[in-house]
């Protein structure tokens, strides 16, 4: 199976500006730019969306995890923070946090880190990362 998005890119780094597509079109001609990426500038930037790729990846991968026990989450909410910084080399992104709340009745706490670590280290998109990956879940009851 392959996925496919484009982005094009137009002018320089900090005064051009681009678009990102996906084949789905779910993004069709989405704006970015230096600004949105280093600054408060209107549009996406590659590190919202791998953040957005690593969220929704993640809440499908416990899904499948809990599923392998006959268990179904009632919500899994999944937000991912991605952290770029500059290094001797460039900006690098150097760490990803995932805040995971999900409800899922009838869980105890220790089945639920268990099935966290299983899903951590099973996620096609936590796998992708040469980064720190971190994840801090909440059980709701």
Known sequence: MKRRAQAI???????????????????????????????????T??????????SGCFSMA????????NITADRIDTAATVSIEPTDDGFTITSVHLSVAAAVPG???????S????TKAACPVSNLFNANVTVDAQLES
């Open 45 to 54: 930037n590659p590190e919202e969306l791998l953040g957005a790729a690593h």
């Open 115 to 118: 099935a966290i670590e299983t």
């Open 107 to 113: 869980l105890d706490r220790e089945s639920f880190d």
């Open 62 to 69: 416990l899904a499948l995890v809990l599923g392998e026990s």
């Open 9 to 43: 890119w137009q002018g320089g780094l900090k005064d051009g500006h681009g678009t990102i597509s996906t084949e789905s079109r779910a993004l069709s001609e989405i704006a970015y730019s230096f600004g949105a990426r280093f600054e408060d500038g209107a549009g």
